[in-house]
């Protein structure tokens, strides 16, 4: 059987090729809308990292619903995508469709809450536990509001993240340990702010490492997801939560635990399956089931703290403002949607049909990458499914990082792609939504089968 990493460069080029021919020849709608937006979109694409793609093009999409999308030029395609986690209970959900309508005549946005807003405080505490709820955006604006709070209720300077995080694009986490040292995270271009001044960075599942870090009692805040996702999926170990639990009490330090993406696990997040007991709390993408919109909560105790910083400022400067929150936060039509896909779409009925197909999916994929002889491990975290360049699964992020093979992601990506068939772009992430079906699953394992086959033939010729 054919080593995967044994294949030779030259033959994953050579397919890889083939692959971008085979696209532009499928796809001249698309090309020619690529053509036109180079006039006036900065690379041809609203969002510059849409043009991140294994394709020779953007592929521009005609409308999405349920599992699947379709191009301007009339292919479909079964989504393991999903918008990278902002329609992971598909594309367009009924129940959020008609909250849209219901609210498209009632008004968008008026700087003032409705009942909407109240239920979904209440739902919130409910599923995740915590007292106390903000609404924002973006989980990029979420999370820059709970490192604020955590500095302002403890006076500390300091967030501490892992390396490889992923936490949107909040300033502080743009950094890497390089050496021992935190440095700018690489890409990270306009910043003229050293963030290594106010951001610690260790290993991912080092408790030693996290101490020692903790010890100057300066950290305001750990910053964590429950399981490390954007650098490619890193469980974390059995004891990992419960110590760096006990580690942050022992400093005086805040925790925040990010669920953007791992709430995959289930209705109520990670959090509430593996009996987390964070102080803060972040939510973003599908939240709202695809409308932009964000939340955050936190316990009693640092309402509190809060509550007094806030007062302590106002005594001092008169009025002022916090910095944080934006003109369209919390507005009608995101509430509204939000209250919808948390009555009707974010259920436990959803995840019954998502999770064992995801479990599925992780057993045709090891099946597929065994018949190869590929060195490679599957992650899965509920909905949430991955396969990895390496034997086994990663502990840090930088372990994640040493398996990745851009070449041979980025040939596997447009070989599915082209037989209708897309997962996540930046790594071999895979989601399964309330719409995708057993046929969906195996249409992946086996166009990925093909893809091996074809590459093991590429390498032996």
Sequence with gaps: MQNLFSVPKIAIAALYAAERQRFSAANPASQALAKRAEMHLYGGVPMHWMSDWSTPFALFVDHAQGARFTDMDGHEYVDFCLGDTGAM????????????????????????????????????????????????????????????????????????????????????????????????????????????????????????????????????????????????????DDNFHAQMRALSRRYGTLLIIDETHTISTGPSGYTQAHGLEPDMFVLGKPIAGGIPCSVYGFSAAVAAAITQARAKDHAAEGHGHSGMGTTLSANAFAMHAMRANLTSVMTEAAYAHMIPLAEILATRLKAVIARHGAPWSITQIGARVEFQFCATPPRTGREAERAFNDELERCIHLYLLNRGVMITPFHNMMLICPDTTETDVDRLADTLDACLTELSALAKA
Excluded at 164 to 175: F, I, K, R
Excluded at 205 to 222: F, R, S, T, Y
């Design 89 to 236: 209970f598909g594309h367009a959900p009924a129940a959020i469709a008609k909250a849209i309508s219901e609210q498209a005549h009632r008004g968008y946005t008026t700087m003032l809450p409705g009942e909407d807003a109240v239920w979904v405080g209440e739902e919130l505490h409910r599923r995740f536990g915590l007292p106390f709820w903000q609404v924002a955006t973006t989980a990029t604006d979420a999370n820059r509001s709970v490192i604020r709070w955590a500095r302002a209720a403890t006076g500390r300077p300091t967030v501490l993240v892992f390396d490889g995080c992923y936490h949107g694009t909040v300033d502080e986490c743009m950094v890497r340990l390089k050496d021992g040292r935190t440095v700018h995270r690489p890409g990270l271009v306009g910043q003229v702010h050293d963030m290594s001044l106010h951001t610690r960075v260790v290993e991912f599942n080092d408790l030693g490492a996290l101490e020692q870090a903790l010890k100057p009692g300066d950290v305001a805040a750990i910053l964590c997801e429950p399981a490390m996702t954007n650098i490619g999926m890193v469980l974390p």
